[in-house]
């Protein structure tokens, strides 16, 4: 089929937060220690469930990084209906399924045609409550692992972020490499991801949130996706990660990209807080003084997306935070982040007059925009369940937004957007930038 | 609540659509969803993007641009009143079709499509809006020799075609764009922004949209391009090691062969699951992606690989394709085709990629053909395939590729 595609470089932009959106019709229950969420759509052609365990980065111990992606790509790697892989299976049956190891979480998204997303469903429940762990198994999983790891060295984005998340969770491995180290995941034998499944890979705390055109097996078997796993929660073990020796706030990597990388790092409100919507507006606000500052004329996404300018509210995280990252393909990027942040400043303890009215209509445009696709949905409303159980996302979220003030703003802009962590990423054989 | 309200009015707006649906002659696609949050709006136009005698490439970027960017009546630009909705304006330029087309909060929707139409049908260009449209264009004109793929397909389309708009790249270089005056691009924006060329594509909430209805009949006809007589090779310089092939195919109308097209890119060629893509001799610096472009006539399969070691899977592509000229057995058949489906529909998720989708089909002459569409002709072609007739038609189709290599290093390009 199809349009002459335009490969523009967006995957990096997507790499840690996202956003979703529709006005769902929403349903939720926790059904034998599991939350479910279903937001049926009949208009979707499509269905997609996304399943979140607690069985993500904070559950390792600090010799273990790598080992929750090891477990969570051995699962897609585990035979399964006469196919060799789960993966395989499911693709042979009309859907994909793909994983992300979170700070805090695993999540699996299983996308599918509606006819035959009971079967696509059944394979899952089978690999994720019998997954193979055998050598060969884990042999495919590291090599797909180290080729995802591989391809994110080459994103300077996510290089920056996994260095930022390094210090911004000290008393965990939440902010280790998600998907570890080559040299790591190569010391992991059966025993090690047999034991870690064991040990989380539970019901309790587990999100099943579906979204789109839901057929009643299918969404039968929603509610029971994990009746197979133990029930029981875990806790994420107690581990103190020495912190580098320096009062600096800037960490420096070279990597073979075009142009030099500044990403910045900020703690930021929990989804739950009283700040979570003027924290939306500011952080849309930042976006959009970025792209200003960073002086490209970005009459549309075609010009906008060629360029890496952006901020992103990780508000399914705690602590949540907030990414500002620039890239310096318009010049030097701690310029145009420099003078957002000048910007931000100012508003933050100037006396402001007028409405804010627009900022907020931004705000809302943007993330209903940025939350379009199943996959985003699903999320949201899983995240939403967990934090607020309510997975009504789009009614919070514009709400919180509608009722943020000038002083609201305010107040969130002098707490939180200080003095952040600041990430540089640089071309290999350049002399470093400075910092602002 | 605004979501609530919105959802409201938009069950109310359904029923409404129900009654006065455009019937396909008119030149406008809808594809409702009353739950959606989020409006696509369109604007599609048959125009050659080199100019009406090919001479001026790149005026259907920086008319679209300035438009975009020009103040209407001394209000915002069309640019900024997407902007300032949170939303997210899109212009693309192919060889014989342009479109607008924004995704804004369905409660925008109507403000955004009144200025989107006033601006465009009225075709209005100002001096600062000929500015700011050129440096947009210039932009994106200096960043595309970094897009191998985009410069193989354009390349591609160069030898593929002797004559009409596909011989030409839609965008030229980044100097391009200061060489046009208002008064050459107001002509065209004139003639081809008018009204009743238009192609209205709608998507997602579309609550209170009252879309201007014409006759497709009297948009200007679909644009097609002559194929060369022969198959060339050919070297191109650029930033970025590549190789592209590419066969002229079925017309939009055989819509069995050119679903039949559509299956072969996606089970061979596709970036993540082609059977191409995965095998082992493909290096990681290398991308390799394959699409049948579905044109009016004639359509045209083309693959492009990108990296250093490129040259070295070109053979795997052939090889390939040789392959598909003998029927696939039952299984593998069976299985890749339930894949390609899935891999259909999950390109048409959003209001945003159904716009773009629906809009596509309509200005090259069978909106009703478009993927997802109620008539369901596109998943009935390919439903009807089988084995037998895709190897057919790769036997009918797919002989004798043109070929053109991407090598860093200066001087002209060659053909051979």
Not at chain 1, 27 to 41: E, F, K, M, P
Not at chain 1, 270 to 276: E, G, P, T
Not at chain 1, 334 to 362: C, E, P, W, Y
Not at chain 2, 254 to 267: C, N
Request: with cysteine; charged share 15%; glycine share 6%.
């Amino acid at each position: 089929m199809k349009a002459m595609r335009v490969g523009f470089v967006v995957a990096l932009c997507a790499a840690t937060a996202a956003p979703a959106g529709a006005l769902g019709n929403f349903n939720s229950a926790i059904v034998s220690g599991v939350t479910i969420v279903r937001q049926y759509d009949s208009a979707a052609d499509l269905i997609g469930t996304q399943i979140r365990l607690q069985a993500g980065l904070d559950r390792q111990l600090p010799e273990q990084n790598g080992l929750a992606a090891l477990v969570a790509e051995s699962i897609l790697q585990t035979p399964v209906a006469g196919a060799p892989t789960l993966r395989n299976a499911i693709e042979a049956n009309g859907g994909s399924i793909q994983y992300d190891v979170d700070p805090r979480a695993v999540r699996f998204y299983v996308e599918g045609l509606p006819d035959s997303y009971a079967a696509i469903l059944g394979m899952v429940r089978t690999a994720m409550s019998r997954p193979d762990f055998s050598a060969a198994t884990l042999t495919r999983a590291r090599a797909a692992l180290d080729q995802r790891i591989a391809q994110n060295q080459e994103f300077a984005l996510a290089v920056g972020l996994d260095m930022l998340n390094r210090t911004f969770y000290p008393d965990s491995d939440a902010g280790l490499p998600p998907l570890g180290l080559p040299q790591t995941l190569a010391t992991f034998e059966t025993a090690d991801a047999q034991k870690f499944y064991a040990s989380y890979y539970l019901r309790g705390g587990a999100i099943v949130s579906t979204a789109g055109n839901l057929q009643p097996a299918a969404s039968d078997l929603v509610a029971h996706l994990l009746d197979l796993l133990p029930p029981g929660s875990s806790v994420a073990p107690k581990v103190n990660l020495p912190q580098l020796p320096s009062s600096s706030r800037q960490l420096i990597a070279r990597r073979d990209i075009p142009v030099p990388w500044l990403i910045a790092q900020y703690r930021a409100p929990n989804l739950n807080s009283a700040d979570f919507g003027a924290m939306l507006v500011l952080t849309a606000f930042l976006q959009r003084t970025l792209a200003d500052v960073a002086g490209v004329p970005a009459l549309s996404a075609t010009s906008l997306a060629r360029r890496g300018v952006g901020a992103i509210y990780n508000f399914d995280t705690q602590p949540a935070n907030v990414v500002v990252y620039v890239d310096g393909a318009g010049g030097d990027p701690t310029r145009a982040f420099a003078t957002a942040l000048t910007v931000v400043n100012v508003l933050g303890h100037a006396h402001l007059q007028g409405s804010i009215a627009d900022m907020k209509t931004f705000a809302i445009g943007q993330f209903l925009n940025q939350s379009a696709t199943l996959r985003d949905r699903a999320w949201l409303a899983g995240v939403f369940a967990g934090e607020c159980s309510d997975p009504d996302y789009i009614s919070r979220t514009i709400a919180a937004i509608e009722k943020t003030s000038a002083k609201d703003l305010q107040r969130v802009a002098t707490r939180y957007l200080g003095v952040p962590n600041v990430a540089l990423v640089l071309p290999r054989g350049t002399p470093e930038n400075p910092s602002p | 609540m605004i979501a609530r309200a919105v959802l409201r009015a938009a069950t109310v707006f359904a029923i409404v659509l129900a009654v006065r649906a455009p019937a396909r002659a008119e030149a406008v696609t809808v594809h409702a969803d009353p739950t959606a949050a989020t409006t696509a709006i369109e604007l599609w136009y048959r125009a050659p993007a080199a100019g009406y005698d090919f001479r001026t490439p790149g005026i259907a970027r920086l008319a679209l641009a300035s438009v975009a960017a020009s103040k209407v009546a001394g209000g915002a630009s069309v640019s900024e009143i997407v902007n300032q909705v949170g939303g997210v304006l899109s212009l693309a330029v192919y060889p014989d079709i342009v479109m607008v087309g924004a995704s804004v909060p369905s409660s925008q929707a109507q403000q955004v499509f009144r200025a989107m139409t006033n601006a465009y049908f009225g075709a209005t260009i100002t001096s600062s809006g000929l500015k700011l449209g050129a440096e947009d264009s210039a932009l994106v004109a200096a960043q595309l020799p970094y897009d191998s793929e985009r410069t193989l397909q354009d390349a591609l389309f160069a030898q593929l075609f002797a004559e009409g708009p596909a011989h030409y790249a839609p965008i030229p270089d980044a100097t391009a764009f200061a060489k046009f005056t208002q008064s050459d691009v107001q002509n065209f924006a004139a003639r081809a922004f008018r009204r009743d060329n238009a192609i209205v594509s709608l998507a997602g909430n579309v609550t209170g949209l009252a879309a201007p209805l014409h006759s497709e009949a009297a948009t200007t006809a679909p644009l097609d391009s002559t194929p060369a007589s022969q198959a060339t090779q050919t070297t191109v310089t650029s930033h970025e090691a590549g190789v592209g092939v590419a066969w002229a195919g079925p017309p939009i109308s055989d819509t069995r062969a050119a679903t039949a097209l559509d299956f072969v890119a996606d089970y061979l060629f596709d970036a993540d699951h082609g059977t191409v893509a995965k095998s082992s001799n493909v290096q990681r610096d290398v991308l390799l992606s394959g699409q049948f472009i579905t044109l009016h006539d004639p359509g045209a399969l083309i693959v492009t690989i990108s990296g250093d070691t490129a040259n070295s899977i070109l053979p795997n592509v052939l090889d390939a394709v040789d392959k598909m000229q003998q029927p696939l057995d039952p299984a593998t058949f069976a299985a890749a085709r339930k894949a390609f489906f899935y891999h259909i529909l999950s390109q048409i998720q959003t209001p945003i990629e159904r716009a773009d989708n629906n809009g596509w089909y309509a200005a090259e002459g069978n909106a009703q053909y478009a993927p997802g569409d109620p008539s369901g002709i596109y998943l009935a072609a390919a439903n009807s395939l089988d084995p037998k007739f895709v190897a057919e038609t790769v036997r009918r189709y797919l002989r004798n590729p043109v070929v053109v290599h991407l090598v860093r290093a200066s001087g002209e390009s060659t053909a051979t």
